[in-house]
C-alpha cells in the first residue's frame, strides 16, 4: 500500500488547486501568443530584409544589363572594361553569360568559356528576373539574374551572388533581441499571473473558511472580501445569507423554546392532575372534575398540536393549485359553524358582502383565514360585542374586514401580533384557549396566495384586520 507523506500532500493539493491550474493555464495562454509574435516579428524582419536585398540587386543587375547591352560588341574583354568603370557592381560573385549559357565574364576566375548551368541563370535566359535568398545561423546568401536584351533580343543574362555577414548579423542580433524581450514579457506575465492568481485564492479562501465557521454553528460570522468585482458580489450576498440563516435561526429557537414551552403546560397539567388522582382518595364527583381538567388540557394540546401542523405545512408549501372561487359562500359557512359560539359570548356578528369578486386561492386556504379572524374576533371581543364582516371590491382587489368591539391592542403589540406564540394578554389567551399561532397561519396563508394583511386597532374601541387579494376577472366578466 502507498503513503503519501504530509509535506508531498501539500504539495499535491497546490498543484491540484483552482489557483495553480488558472495560473498554468494562464501562463500557458500567453505563452502560446508570444511565442506565435515571436515567431511573426522574426519572420516578418526576415521578409523586410528580402525585400530590401531584392530590391538592390535586381537593380544593379539591371544596371549591368543596361550597360552592356549598349556595348557594340560584347565578349569578355568589352564586358570586363565596362565592369571595371562601375563601382556600384561589387558583389560577392558575379556573371556574365550570353544566350546560351556560355560564361563570358566571371569575377572569380576560371569558368569564362565554361556554361553556367546554374537555375537562376536559366530562368533569367527565358526573359525573367530572378530573385533567390537563403538565411542561415546570422549569414545571408542571395543571388539574382535578369536577361540582357539587345533590340528585343535576349543575348545573355548578369548573375549576381552576395553572401552578407553584416545584415545576417544585424537579423540574427534582431531575433535575439525579440527573444530576449519574449522571455523577459513572459517572466513578467508569470509573476503577475502568480500575484493575482494568489489574491484570488486568498479571497476564495476567506469564504471557505467563512464556510467552515458556519458549518460549526456561528451565523454571527461574516467575510471581509474588499475589492469591487464578481467576488466582492459573492462576498456580500453571502454576508447577506449569512444575516437571513442567522435570523431563521433565531426564529427556529425562539420557535422551538415557545413550541416546548406551550406544549409543557398542559403536559404538565395533565400529569399534575393524574398524580392528584392517583396519590389521593377522592370522591366520584372530584374524580369527575379532575378529569374533565385533564380533557380539557389535553383538548387544548390537540389544537396546539394541529396549528403546529398546519403551520408547518403552510411553511413547507410555496405554491398551491390555486382554485377561482367567489369569498360570500365561504363567509357564510364560518359565520354557520361559529354562530353557537358567538351566541353564547353574546357577540352580534354583522355580515356586509355586497362587493363580491372571483379570486385566486385554495378554498380550505381560504376557509381558515376567515374562520381564525372571525373566531379571533369572538374570543376577544367584550360580552354584548358586535363582530363585523365586510367585504368589498377595491379598485383590483378584493377586500375583506374583519373589525371587532373587543379591548384593542396597544401600538407596540401590534407589529408583533403576526408572530408565533406572540400574545397580547397570555393570561386571557391561555383561559380562551389560544395558542399564539392563530394569526401566524392567517398571515403564512394570505401571503402564499399572492395576498396581503395588516391590523389596525385602537384600545378600548377594538381591532380590524383588512386582508385583500388579487381579483380574478374572468373574460365573461369583462364583457
Not at 58 to 67: F, G, N, R, T, V
Not at 101 to 107: F, H, K
Not at 218 to 245: A, C, P, Q
Not at 271 to 295: A, H, P, Y
Request: aromatic share 8%.
Amino acid at each position: 500500500m502507498v503513503t503519501i507523506s504530509g509535506s508531498r500532500k501539500k504539495i499535491f493539493r497546490r498543484y491540484t488547486s483552482s489557483q495553480f491550474r488558472y495560473a498554468a493555464t494562464y501562463v500557458l495562454i500567453t505563452s502560446v501568443v508570444l511565442l506565435i509574435l515571436n515567431i511573426y516579428c522574426s519572420h516578418i524582419s526576415q521578409i523586410l530584409f528580402y525585400k530590401s536585398k531584392q530590391v538592390s540587386m535586381i537593380e544593379k543587375c539591371q544596371l549591368a544589363s543596361d550597360e552592356i547591352s549598349s556595348l557594340e560588341v560584347i565578349n569578355t574583354s568589352t564586358i570586363s572594361g565596362l565592369l571595371s568603370q562601375i563601382e556600384s557592381l561589387k558583389a560577392t560573385r558575379l556573371i556574365i553569360t550570353d544566350q546560351a549559357g556560355a560564361v563570358l565574364y566571371d569575377s572569380t576566375p576560371g569558368s569564362v568559356g565554361r556554361f553556367a548551368l546554374l537555375p537562376e541563370i536559366l530562368r533569367a535566359l527565358e526573359g525573367n528576373n530572378v530573385f533567390t535568398w537563403h538565411y542561415h545561423d546570422g549569414a545571408m546568401t542571395s543571388r539574382a539574374a535578369t536577361p540582357i536584351v539587345y533590340y528585343g533580343t535576349i543575348v545573355g543574362c548578369v548573375y549576381m551572388t552576395e553572401f552578407d555577414t553584416a545584415q545576417g548579423a544585424l537579423i540574427k542580433s534582431l531575433q535575439n533581441t525579440v527573444l530576449r524581450v519574449t522571455l523577459v514579457l513572459e517572466a513578467i506575465l508569470i509573476l503577475f499571473s502568480l500575484f493575482f492568481s494568489n489574491a484570488f485564492s486568498r479571497r476564495m479562501r476567506k469564504i471557505m473558511n467563512s464556510m467552515r465557521i458556519i458549518q460549526e454553528g456561528d451565523y454571527t460570522h461574516k467575510v471581509e472580501i474588499g475589492g469591487n468585482d464578481e467576488l466582492t458580489l459573492l462576498g456580500n450576498e453571502f454576508n447577506d445569507l449569512m444575516e437571513r440563516l442567522q435570523t431563521s435561526e433565531q426564529k427556529r429557537h425562539r420557535f422551538v423554546s415557545d413550541a416546548s414551552h406551550e406544549l409543557k403546560t398542559p403536559l404538565a397539567s395533565i400529569k399534575l392532575l393524574t398524580d392528584s388522582i392517583l396519590q389521593n382518595d377522592m370522591d366520584m364527583e372530584t374524580v369527575r372534575e379532575f378529569v374533565g381538567d385533564i380533557g380539557n388540557e389535553a383538548d387544548r394540546l390537540n389544537r396546539m398540536t394541529i396549528k403546529l401542523l398546519s403551520l408547518t405545512k403552510v411553511d413547507g408549501q410555496e405554491t398551491v393549485d390555486s382554485e377561482i372561487i367567489y369569498m360570500e359562500p365561504t363567509i357564510r359557512r364560518v359565520e354557520r359553524m361559529l354562530a353557537p359560539m358567538a351566541g353564547q359570548a353574546g357577540i352580534r356578528i354583522e355580515l356586509e358582502l355586497g362587493g363580491d369578486c372571483p379570486i385566486l386561492i385554495l378554498e380550505d386556504d381560504l376557509y381558515q383565514i376567515v374562520f381564525n379572524l372571525m373566531e379571533n374576533g369572538i374570543k376577544y371581543n367584550v360580552p354584548g360585542g358586535s363582530l363585523k364582516v365586510c367585504l368589498q371590491r377595491q379598485e383590483d382587489n378584493a377586500l375583506l374586514t374583519v373589525s371587532d368591539t373587543g379591548t384593542g391592542i396597544p401600538q407596540d403589540a401590534l407589529e408583533h401580533i403576526f408572530e408565533r406564540f406572540y400574545r397580547v394578554d397570555k393570561a386571557r389567551s391561555r383561559a380562551s384557549g389560544g395558542s399564539g399561532l392563530g394569526l401566524a397561519i392567517v398571515k403564512a396563508l394570505v401571503l402564499r396566495n399572492r395576498g396581503e394583511i395588516h391590523a389596525e386597532s385602537t384600545v378600548g374601541k377594538g381591532t380590524t384586520f383588512l386582508v385583500s387579494f388579487p381579483a380574478f376577472d374572468t373574460e365573461v366578466d369583462k364583457e
